[in-house]
C-alpha cells in the first residue's frame, strides 16, 4: 500500500519559505489574491502542497555543483530534474532526456513515476528519442522543454483525486 500523499502544507513551512516577501510579491508568486495570502498566514485556510513547494523551488539555496538538468546547452539551463532511473537497456538516453520528451509530448504523464514507466514503456520513448537524435529535432524538444518546465509548478494540483498516485517523475 503507498502513503497517502499530503494535500495541504504546513503553516510553519509556508512561514518560513515566504519571510522577507511582501503579501503582495507572494500572491504575484503564487497567483492568487492578496486575500488569500493573508487567510494562509492567518491560518485561516488551508495551504494547498504545491503553492508551498513551489516557494521552496524559488527559495532554494543554489548548490554548489550544478545539479543535473534536462538539458545544458548554449541557449540555457532547465531546473526541473529527473526523479527516476536510468534504463539499463539504454544507457545512451538518459533519465532528463525521457522526462524532457514526456513532458512536451504528454505531460499529465508525469504525475507520477508509474504513470511515466508505463508511457515510455508502451510508447517506445527511447526508441523515438534515438530518431529523434539521428534526424536532428531532438533539439527542438529540448527547447519546447525549457519553455514547459518554467510552467511546470504551477500546473501542480492537489486534492483526493491526486492522492495515491505516488510522487512525481521530477523533482
Request: charge should be positive; include cysteine; aromatic fraction near 8%.
Amino acid at each position: 500500500m503507498t502513503p497517502v500523499a499530503p494535500r495541504h502544507g504546513e503553516l510553519s513551512d509556508f512561514l518560513a519559505l515566504s519571510d522577507g516577501l511582501s503579501i503582495t510579491r507572494l500572491a504575484e508568486i503564487l497567483r492568487c489574491c492578496t486575500r488569500t495570502v493573508r487567510n494562509y498566514a492567518a491560518g485561516r485556510s488551508p495551504i494547498p502542497w504545491h503553492r508551498i513547494e513551489l516557494l521552496r523551488l524559488l527559495t532554494k539555496p543554489p548548490l554548489a555543483e550544478p545539479a543535473p538538468v534536462v538539458a545544458q546547452d548554449d541557449a540555457g539551463i532547465v531546473a526541473v530534474t529527473a526523479n527516476i532511473d536510468p534504463d539499463p537497456n539504454a544507457p545512451d538516453v538518459p533519465p532528463s532526456q525521457m522526462l524532457a520528451w514526456v513532458g512536451v509530448h504528454a505531460p499529465h504523464y508525469l504525475s507520477s513515476q508509474r504513470s511515466f514507466a508505463l508511457y515510455v514503456r508502451g510508447w517506445n520513448v527511447v526508441d523515438k528519442i534515438r530518431r529523434a537524435k539521428a534526424e536532428g529535432t531532438f533539439a527542438a524538444v529540448l527547447a519546447r522543454w525549457r519553455e514547459l518546465a518554467v510552467e511546470l509548478p504551477k500546473s501542480w494540483r492537489s486534492g483526493r483525486i491526486w492522492s495515491d498516485t505516488g510522487p512525481p517523475a521530477y523533482y
